[in-house]
């Protein structure tokens, strides 16, 4: 637990992490929720709980962690979201957290992209207890997507977030009417709006923190890869 909130990581069965960071926040989790099969992957520490439709985990492993699988059959949703779902429900009223969804890219492409779409809804399910990233005013429940190669993180209002010189980052926008205005980038999108995904990727921080600005809310993913 750091500074008084609840570190959960989430586990999904696709590439596991093996850079610093990411690996660091899963072994170090106060709790370790695995996706499924996805327990198979898992190193170093043991789960604890083991959430999804368990279609894809082996009799002998449904067998041995038995008492702590939370088995769900319903097909609306994948195994990643009934585990983020899984997590809200640990968090107790009141209580700050971190949920970290990790190993959920790298496998097939459209999983890929859904599971990462997927971050915005989960915001949106969460409410006002989601804590903008950077802004430390509102309390409430941080999630994110951590992978080898950096973090994404969703945002609905503008906000300021910490960066290096040099690192890079995309700007991707679900929402084609929404202006964004930045300041601490190389280049500066001057309230530019982004008609597809990649227009506003592929930017540089040139100090310790960048800042974007929205005309009006909207949903925007932010993604900064990991410092070289």
Same mark, same amino acid.
């Given at each position: 637990? !750091?500074?008084?909130?609840?570190?959960?990581?989430?586990?999904?069965?696709?590439?596991?992490?093996?850079?610093?960071?990411?690996?660091? =926040? =899963?072994?170090?989790?106060?709790?370790?929720?695995?996706?499924?099969?996805?327990?198979?992957?898992? *190193?170093?520490?043991?789960?604890?709980?083991?959430?999804?439709?368990?279609?894809?985990?082996?009799?002998?492993?449904?067998?041995?962690?038995?008492?702590?699988?939370?088995?769900? #059959?319903? !097909?609306?949703?994948?195994?990643?979201? *009934?585990? $983020?779902? @899984?997590?809200?429900?640990?968090?107790?009223?009141?209580?700050?957290?971190?949920?970290?969804?990790?190993?959920?890219?790298?496998?097939?492409?459209?999983?890929?992209?859904?599971?990462?779409? =997927?971050?915005?809804?989960?915001?949106?399910?969460?409410?006002?207890?989601?804590?903008? @990233?950077?802004?430390?005013?509102?309390?409430?429940?941080?999630?994110?997507?951590?992978?080898?190669?950096?973090? $994404?993180?969703?945002? @609905?209002?503008?906000?300021?977030? #910490?960066?290096?010189?040099? !690192?890079?980052?995309?700007?991707?926008?679900?929402?084609?009417?929404?202006?964004?205005?930045?300041?601490?980038?190389?280049?500066?999108?001057?309230?530019?709006?982004?008609? $597809?995904?990649?227009?506003?990727?592929?930017?540089?921080?040139?100090?310790?923190?960048?800042?974007?600005?929205?005309?009006?809310?909207?949903?925007?993913? =932010?993604?900064?890869?990991?410092?070289?």
């Amino acid at each position: 637990m !750091q500074n008084g909130k609840l570190d959960i990581a989430i586990l999904a069965d696709g590439n596991y992490p093996t850079a610093e960071y990411p690996l660091g =926040l =899963l072994l170090s989790a106060d709790i370790v929720i695995c996706c499924d099969a996805s327990v198979l992957k898992l *190193k170093g520490r043991t789960p604890d709980y083991i959430v999804g439709d368990m279609d894809t985990l082996p009799d002998e492993y449904k067998e041995k962690y038995k008492d702590i699988i939370h088995r769900s #059959s319903c !097909q609306e949703t994948n195994d990643q979201t *009934k585990a $983020f779902s @899984f997590a809200l429900g640990l968090v107790p009223d009141g209580k700050e957290a971190n949920i970290h969804i990790l190993g959920n890219t790298g496998g097939r492409e459209d999983h890929t992209l859904g599971n990462i779409s =997927l971050l915005m809804e989960y915001t949106k399910n969460t409410g006002n207890r989601i804590a903008p @990233f950077g802004n430390i005013m509102h309390k409430g429940i941080y999630v994110d997507i951590v992978t080898d190669n950096g973090v $994404f993180t969703p945002h @609905f209002n503008s906000f300021t977030a #910490s960066s290096n010189p040099g !690192q890079q980052i995309s700007i991707i926008s679900f929402d084609n009417t929404v202006r964004i205005k930045s300041t601490g980038l190389k280049y500066p999108t001057d309230e530019a709006t982004f008609e $597809f995904w990649w227009s506003g990727t592929l930017n540089e921080a040139t100090g310790e923190s960048f800042t974007l600005e929205f005309n009006h809310p909207a949903p925007v993913l =932010l993604f900064r890869c990991n410092p070289v």
